[in-house]
């Protein structure tokens, strides 16, 4: 399940829990392209909580929305991913790893805010 979270129009801000659907990923999808048509740069906070799964029938038509983005990572610019498992944060951090020019925060739930700040480009936080 997926809840999209007010912010600005530069702002992919969502909350993803259970188990993830290709329900859940389209709109995902519609939103960071309609983001991208609009400005040159994406900030992205992706808060998760209780993550089971991912379809895997989704994944195909998913992957082939996805991919194209791998010659768009320099428009994108900060990503804080919030989430109550370690796998999760790990995961993060490897993919972090992976894409070292988009700048990277991985925070617990206890520092939500301090995150969901630093998304915005209200403040620089320490990871």
């Known amino acids: 399940m997926h809840e999209f979270i007010e912010s600005p129009d530069d702002v992919l801000a969502l909350k993803v829990s259970g188990t993830v ?69 790990l995961a993060s951090r490897l993919e972090s790893a992976v894409l070292p020019n988009i700048s990277y925060r991985v925070f617990e739930p206890a520092r939500r805010a301090e995150a969901l700040d630093w998304a915005l480009g209200k403040e620089d936080v320490a990871a």
Do not use: C, N
């Open 21 to 89: 659907t290709g329900d859940d990923l389209e709109p995902v999808m519609d939103r960071v392209e309609a983001i991208m048509a609009k400005h040159d740069k994406i900030h992205v906070f992706l808060e998760t909580q209780g993550i089971e799964g991912l379809q895997l029938s989704a994944m195909p038509h998913y992957l082939s929305r996805a991919l194209p983005l791998f010659g768009k990572l320099s428009r994108f610019g900060r990503v804080a991913v919030v989430a109550d498992q370690a796998w999760i944060r």
